[in-house]
């Protein structure tokens, strides 16, 4: 070791620092702003892990709590009516190229009349299960110009109460250009009798 101290000492590196104390005092506070930034990330490391550990405690103590509870037959089985409720409102086709062209061939005839120059455009078709059931996730984008007096037609046609068809994001330039661009997600059910 003190072979590595006096070939320091000798060396010209050696020979400058110990000449120039400001050379010294740089080099310790830079070696101190690696230390500081060391520690800051690992505490904030540490952080991230208090914080997981935490939410996986209270999990933990929420399941626990939940492990003795019965639920009672009478409430599964309105669960279920409700569910079986739900998923009857969401139409039914045997294919998803069927539910594609249904929704198309709908969405082009219901606004024909509101949305001028209208390019109806297919995004994706997304395989989802409902519980035991096949469905489909249908993504459609609508572009056209929209005038102010039809806004309120198109939103009640894009959003209905049912619960099949949702209105992702709608994009809207009224007086300038009257364009628009909306997303669209419809689900479909496989039919019972094919699924």
Aim: aromatic share 6%; hydrophobic share 40%; glycine share 2%.
């Amino acid at each position: 070791m003190s072979e590595i101290k006096e070939w320091f000492s000798n060396s010209s590196i050696g020979k400058e620092l110990n000449s120039q104390p400001r050379l010294q005092w740089l080099l310790i506070f830079i070696l101190v702003l690696i230390c500081v930034s060391l520690l800051k990330s690992i505490y904030d490391n540490n952080q991230e892990i208090t914080k997981n550990v935490s939410s996986l405690a209270s999990t933990h103590s929420r399941l626990s709590a939940l492990e003795n509870t019965e639920i009672s037959n009478e409430l599964i089985n309105t669960a279920r009516d409700i569910s079986d409720e739900l998923l009857s409102q969401i139409p039914s086709v045997t294919s998803s190229s069927i539910a594609e062209a249904s929704i198309l061939s709908q969405l082009e005839s219901s606004l024909q009349s509101i949305v001028s120059r209208q390019r109806l455009s297919l995004l994706g078709t997304d395989n989802i299960y409902l519980g035991d059931r096949n469905a489909w996730s249908i993504r459609i984008k609508i572009d056209g110009q929209l005038s102010e007096d039809n806004l309120v037609n198109f939103l009640q046609i894009v959003s209905p109460t049912s619960i099949h068809l949702r209105l992702a994001s709608l994009t809207y330039a009224p007086k300038r250009s009257d364009s628009m661009s909306a997303v669209l997600d419809v689900l479909y059910l496989e039919d019972a009798a094919d699924g």
